[in-house]
């Protein structure tokens, strides 16, 4: 039977105040998954991208997983999470191919 360990975390004041974001833009190359976390905000011409994370194809797998995990266990607890207004057809969007941000599309 495999152990579990255990991992001590120290969060710094000015970080565990977090940061707000209503919008992902995750883009991948052969070896990193890309994720800006952004806010959209009425009378902003474009979101504010806050926070970029970096991380192996791995990790980002674990991500989902344990992503797919919490929202399955929200779900249980406080039911169905509605996604209305959006379409949910891929889900994701390279930032390049807006046009208030180039246009042509930095394909990954």
């Avoid at 001590?8 to 052969?30: D, F, R, V």
């Amino acid at each position: 039977m495999e152990e579990k360990k255990e991992i001590s975390l120290e969060i710094k004041p000015e970080i565990a105040k977090g940061t707000y974001s209503n919008l992902a833009i995750i883009t991948h190359s052969h070896s990193e998954f890309i994720i800006d976390f952004a806010t959209m905000l009425p009378g902003l011409p474009k979101p504010d991208i806050g926070n970029r994370i970096i991380m192996t194809p791995e990790h980002a797998k674990r991500l989902l997983n344990a992503l797919m995990d919490n929202v399955t266990k929200y779900e249980s607890q406080f039911g169905l999470i509605q996604i209305g207004g959006q379409p949910q057809q891929g889900g994701t969007f390279n930032l390049g191919d807006l046009p208030q941000f180039g246009g042509g599309g930095a394909k990954s």
